[in-house]
């Protein structure tokens, strides 16, 4: 795999090109090459352009963990998220904002996209109740009751100031009855376009330049209701959608099946946003059906858990025939813990739960997942993705 770059500056010129489209600010995006239904793209956002397809570092509370913004563009990160949710509560965006908006706040000069914090909410189905006009639940931080809605989750964004900005949605567990799935399909149209109607009261601007919202396909396993779902956020119209609802629980080859059913409705010339898939195998399944832009926290987590991703698959360091090993990691890896380090000395900083240990494997593995896409982009664009995906996975 080759190493991608960073984010790529525009000029002055593209930096003012933002384009509106069904009364959004929409950040142009174009396919360059298809192989299959696999897209190579560019999408230019005022802060950079960004190509797909393009894995996207999970900043959760505001810094991607063990990861300075230095090293994130070193890795070649292009794009990184945030956590609407967990900000809006601590430290509040209000503080976010006074101290400069997210941006400044995570020191990274390139697009940011926040989530709605919907998934976060329906995660704490404990406590939350969920009606039309949103879901009031507990803050996992101090107990208080907390209301959102999609005025609130829109409101939250604009202060943030990110980029790309989320619809707040239902997200239903994987293994949800029909009825609880159609419900939300149901609640997450409605909430999409309240959403709309809230970002465009601000002209589509949050505190720190233009914003791009996107809408969130939901349906669960269900074909039917994806196809609904797509055909009522497609009738309110967004710059680019996502699938959300998946990788929640469900079976693997039944999630593969309709992330293809959901991207071939989806429109050809919009972005596509598969939400919470990080494995190298899945990230390239994804890829050959249809998908753009995907974010997970697993390279990060599994790295502070001693795990490092490799071409020949997962290398656990915590395991006993690494102490004396002298290999690097990869030997084709261009980062830190590949060009300084033998396996035995990673063992022994894993084992002692050394920063650096969990600083030198995050890099590793945003390294490898960067290289990773750049290497499937290239091979979208010379004609050979099938073969390329066929390699790795077999691996993986």
């Given at each position: 795999?080759n190493e991608a770059?960073?984010?790529?500056?525009?000029?002055?010129?593209?930096?003012a090109?933002?384009s509106?489209?069904?009364?959004l600010?929409?950040?142009?995006?174009?396919?360059?090459a298809?192989?299959g239904?696999?897209?190579?793209?560019?999408?230019?956002?005022?802060?950079?352009v960004?190509?797909?397809p393009?894995?996207?570092p999970?900043?959760?509370?505001?810094?991607?963990k063990?990861?300075?913004?230095?090293?994130l563009?070193r890795?070649?990160?292009?794009?990184?998220?945030?956590?609407?949710y967990?900000?809006?509560?601590?430290?509040?965006?209000g503080?976010?904002?006074t101290?400069?908006g997210?941006?400044?706040?995570m020191?990274?000069?390139?697009p940011?996209?926040?989530?709605?914090?919907?998934?976060?909410?329906?995660?704490l189905k404990?406590?939350?109740?969920?009606?039309?006009g949103?879901?009031a639940?507990d803050?996992?931080?101090d107990?208080?009751?907390?209301?959102?809605?999609?005025r609130?989750?829109?409101?939250?964004?604009?202060?943030?100031?990110?980029?790309i900005?989320?619809?707040?949605?239902e997200?239903?567990?994987?293994?949800?009855?029909?009825?609880?799935v159609?419900?939300?399909?149901r609640?997450?149209?409605?909430?999409?376009a309240a959403?709309?109607e809230?970002?465009?009261?601000t002209?589509?601007?949050?505190?720190?330049?233009?914003?791009?919202?996107?809408?969130?396909?939901?349906?669960g396993v269900?074909?039917?209701?994806?196809?609904?779902?797509v055909?009522?956020l497609c009738?309110?119209?967004?710059?680019?959608?996502?699938?959300?609802?998946?990788?929640?629980?469900?079976?693997r080859?039944?999630m593969?099946?309709?992330?293809?059913f959901?991207?071939e409705?989806?429109?050809?010339?919009?972005?596509?946003?598969?939400?919470?898939?990080?494995?190298?195998?899945?990230?390239?399944?994804?890829?050959e059906?249809?998908?753009?832009?995907?974010?997970?926290?697993?390279?990060?987590?599994?790295?502070?858990?001693g795990?490092a991703?490799t071409?020949?698959?997962r290398?656990?360091?915590?395991?006993?025939?690494?102490?004396?090993?002298?290999?690097?990691?990869?030997?084709?890896?261009?980062c830190?813990?590949?060009?300084?380090?033998?396996?035995?000395?990673?063992?022994h900083?894993?084992?002692?739960?050394?920063?650096?240990?969990?600083?030198?494997?995050?890099?590793?593995n945003?390294?490898?997942?960067?290289?990773?896409v750049?290497?499937a982009?290239?091979a979208?664009?010379?004609?050979?993705?099938?073969?390329?995906?066929?390699?790795?996975?077999?691996?993986?």
């Open positions: 795999m770059n960073g984010p790529q500056q525009l000029s002055p010129a593209a930096k090109c933002v509106r489209d069904e009364g600010p929409s950040f142009p995006f174009a396919v360059e298809r192989d239904s696999a897209r190579a793209g560019l999408l230019a956002t005022p802060r950079g960004v190509q797909t393009c894995f996207m999970v900043g959760t509370k505001g810094t991607v063990a990861m300075s913004p230095e090293r563009a890795v070649g990160a292009r794009i990184i998220l945030a956590n609407t967990h900000l809006a509560l601590r430290p509040g965006s503080v976010v904002s101290l400069g997210l941006h400044r706040f020191g990274w000069d390139g940011i996209l926040t989530d709605s914090g919907g998934f976060q909410v329906f995660s404990h406590t939350a109740k969920v009606d039309d949103g879901a639940f803050s996992v931080y107990g208080s009751r907390q209301v959102f809605t999609p609130r989750s829109i409101e939250e964004q604009h202060r943030l100031g990110a980029d900005i989320m619809c707040f949605d997200c239903p567990p994987g293994d949800s009855p029909r009825q609880l159609e419900r939300a399909v609640r997450t149209s409605l909430w999409a959403c709309k809230v970002h465009l009261e002209g589509g601007e949050g505190a720190d330049g233009p914003q791009m919202l996107l809408g969130i396909v939901q349906g269900h074909t039917d209701l994806r196809a609904r779902s055909s009522e009738g309110i119209g967004f710059p680019g959608y996502a699938l959300g609802g998946l990788s929640v629980g469900e079976e080859q039944r593969l099946d309709i992330a293809a959901t991207a409705r989806l429109p050809k010339e919009r972005i596509r946003y598969f939400m919470g898939i990080g494995d190298p195998a899945g990230v390239l399944e994804v890829v059906r249809g998908i753009d832009l995907f974010d997970c926290v697993l390279p990060t987590r599994t790295a502070r858990m795990t991703f071409e020949e698959g290398v656990n360091l915590r395991n006993a025939r690494h102490i004396r090993s002298t290999d690097p990691l990869d030997e084709d890896c261009p830190t813990a590949c060009r300084t380090f033998s396996r035995g000395v990673l063992r900083l894993v084992m002692q739960k050394e920063i650096l240990g969990l600083e030198l494997l995050s890099e590793h945003l390294t490898f997942m960067t290289r990773l750049a290497a982009r290239e979208i664009i010379a004609g050979r993705f099938a073969s390329f995906k066929r390699g790795l996975v077999g691996k993986w």
